[in-house]
């Protein structure tokens, strides 16, 4: 069975340009979660969701970041504009439901923004 | 004061030796905790849940004391292989939410 997929691996772009990373958790499973790791923040939640519906936000830096889930196997985290301070790994992880505690995770996005 | 925090290390530690991690969190609501394993440029991998009444897995103990609030991870006689970043990590789901709260990870290297 496929683990999370995650695409781009690496993605380097210029400050001012949009950032779009992309997210197919395992089959089958409900519950889908972006995360931002740096090294001085470590990593960070930024959005959940539970059944392609956001279910909590509230890790998300600001406006320019946005994210969806059109349906239970693809999910988006755009950032628009991008700035220097965005640079980080992006990860996303998926569970069979939200009850149940074993978390996959992608491979992750390394985001460089110059 | 951090939800969950952990002393970054690193612990350097020769071969066979035996090292432990503490992990404290901030809220006693707190219903679930795990040990991730992270290695260098990687995504983190479960490494074991902690039960309240503790739990052993090959050369890893995991504890949790809810009176103190805080975890803690027993490697025995450790091999090369263990080196990595140990993330400690608390299921918020006591607040109503199913958020995990990650620390920041203790740098574990073991050396020849």
């Known amino acids: 069975d496929a683990g999370v997929i995650q695409s781009p691996r690496h993605e380097v772009t210029e400050m001012g340009q949009e950032v779009t990373l992309r997210c197919k958790p395992i089959?089958?499973?409900?519950?889908l979660f972006w995360y931002r790791q740096t090294m001085m923040r470590g990593l960070e939640l930024l959005i959940y969701f539970n059944n392609n519906v956001p279910i909590d936000d509230s890790g998300m830096p600001e406006d320019r970041f946005s994210a969806k889930m059109p349906n239970a196997s693809f999910s988006t985290l755009k950032i628009q504009p991008s700035e220097p301070r965005d640079s980080a790994v992006y990860f996303c992880a998926s569970r069979r439901a939200l009850e149940m505690n074993e978390q996959f995770f992608g491979p992750g996005t390394r985001l460089t923004v110059l | 004061r951090k939800e969950v925090e952990q002393d970054p290390g690193p612990f350097n530690v020769p071969e066979g030796a035996t090292v432990a991690f503490n992990c404290t969190y901030s809220?006693?609501?707190?219903?679930?905790f795990f040990w991730y394993r992270q290695d260098c440029r990687k995504e983190p991998k479960l490494l074991m849940s902690?039960?309240?009444s503790g739990n052993e897995d090959g050369r890893f103990t995991a504890q949790l004391n809810r009176a103190s609030q805080y975890i803690s991870l027993l490697i025995r006689d450790s091999k090369l292989s263990d080196s990595a970043t140990y993330l400690c990590?608390?299921?918020?789901?006591?607040?109503?939410?199913?958020?995990?709260?990650f620390g920041t990870g203790t740098r574990l290297k073991v050396l020849a």
């Open positions: 809220n006693s609501a707190s219903q679930s």
């Open positions: 990590v608390v299921n918020m789901e006591g607040s109503g939410t199913y958020k995990y709260i």
């Open positions: 089959s089958g499973h409900n519950s």
């Open positions: 902690v039960y309240s």
